[in-house]
């Protein structure tokens, strides 16, 4: 055993995401390594005493488990009295184990378990409700193995520079689509997924009307890194679409000419967005290289050399995170090229197994990662695809734990 996979689960392996604030409402998201208790305080700027100390309820909180040792939570909480605007607002989050019947017992705080959340000198992250909004971040199109830098590191440094001015703080962050590139990924990206997928114990899942049976001989084939064209279902749509979008050239759903790495199971979708998100969860992750083919094996060292310098801005970039309301939308790569690009194309797509449930694996998460105002169940109806593609149902009843569901 190595030493990272020896090392023990931080209680929180992403997040906190400031997703959401208001008056009088607070919504966060964060991805814990088990059945968490937790606790929020909010302090008015320069405050040592909380301004609200609440332990959050079945009410407050919605959580999914997608794994052994992996949990998504939405904190969603109603204030009873209103915040003030144009002024930072302090909060921290208190977590312990949800197991142990003593409330607060063993109870850690975010400057212990995610100190690079918080400003140099600050005790805890912080956000601003503005009355106006003149000073937007925005950004889309987040690819790690992209040649340019990391736009959320740029976002960070606003932060720095703004100190205590909050008139040159944004107000907030809208990501208008693709967050990750599922039909694009690195093949150390891809390899560092699989790892975490072991790691934390991600659900596995049937694969019908592929070339592969689960998601776990996904990982163990042949083909699984650089060459997932072979396993990806060559499903074409009649000549009316063809001739219309491609120049009458026979091309399969899955247009797009980076899928050489695919993303196809759920807890592949899901452990990207982790990898994106958060610097905790490399700690937990070999960097090695799979056996390959030499011709592969010099795009690996090429690509991996731009995900050593994505990680090591992701410090950064969750703190912005942590930091700045953050709105997103879909876009086509968030689940693939092309996606619903027709009614023709949902047609072909969704009337084969094997492409419904890749577009469902990557769909679903992409709801789960952008919850935001609204809970998980509600998203899973409004975030569906069309032609009435369902969640998979007996996946979603087994990942919902029992509390707050609308």
């Avoid at 929180?12 to 008056?23: D, F, K």
């Avoid at 950064?316 to 953050?326: D, G, I, K, Y």
Wanted: glycine share 6%; charged share 25%.
């Amino acid at each position: 055993m190595n030493e990272r996979s020896s090392k023990p689960l931080s209680p929180v392996l992403a997040g906190p995401v400031l997703r959401h604030t208001s008056l009088n409402r607070l919504t966060l998201w964060l991805v814990g390594s088990c059945a968490l208790a937790l606790r929020l305080r909010l302090y008015l700027q320069d405050a040592d005493e909380p301004w609200m100390d609440r332990v959050l309820t079945e009410k407050d909180v919605t959580r999914v488990r997608f794994g052994a040792s992996a949990y998504l939570y939405l904190i969603d909480v109603e204030l009873n009295d209103s915040l003030p605007a144009n002024t930072r607002i302090g909060y921290d989050l208190g977590v312990s184990d949800d197991t142990v019947d003593s409330v607060g017992s063993d109870e850690r705080w975010i400057r212990e378990w995610a100190p690079h959340l918080c400003l140099p000198g600050a005790e805890r992250p912080d956000f601003v409700i503005r009355e106006r909004l003149d000073r937007i971040a925005h950004g889309s199109c987040r690819r790690p193995h992209s040649a340019a830098s990391d736009g959320m590191v740029r976002v960070d440094q606003s932060l720095l520079e703004a100190e205590g001015d909050i008139a040159d703080r944004p107000a907030l962050l809208l990501m208008t689509g693709d967050q990750i590139y599922a039909d694009d990924v690195a093949g150390p990206m891809l390899r560092a997924i699989h790892h975490l997928i072991d790691r934390l114990g991600l659900y596995e899942e049937t694969l019908s009307g592929g070339s592969v049976s689960d998601s776990k001989t996904l990982r163990e084939n042949a083909d699984t890194y650089f060459h997932r064209e072979k396993l990806l279902p060559d499903v074409r749509s009649n000549e009316a679409l063809i001739e219309r979008f491609f120049g009458g050239v026979r091309k399969p759903v899955f247009t797009t000419a980076s899928a050489h790495n695919h993303l196809i199971s759920f807890s592949e979708v899901m452990a990207m967005y982790l990898l994106v998100w958060s610097p905790v969860c490399w700690e937990l992750v070999e960097r090695d290289q799979p056996a390959l083919a030499s011709k592969d094996a010099a795009v690996f060292q090429d690509q991996q050399a731009a995900i050593d310098d994505f990680v090591a801005g992701l410090p950064q970039a969750s703190r912005a995170l942590a930091h700045l309301p953050t709105y997103m939308i879909f876009d086509d790569h968030d689940v693939t090229d092309d996606w619903n690009l027709s009614a023709l194309w949902e047609t072909t797509t969704y009337e084969h197994p094997f492409s419904r449930r890749i577009v469902g694996n990557a769909w679903w998460p992409t709801c789960c990662a952008r919850a935001g105002a609204t809970t998980l169940t509600s998203s899973m109806t409004s975030c569906r695809p069309s032609r009435n593609w369902p969640p998979p149902q007996s996946r979603v009843a087994c990942l919902i734990t029992p509390g707050r569901t609308n």
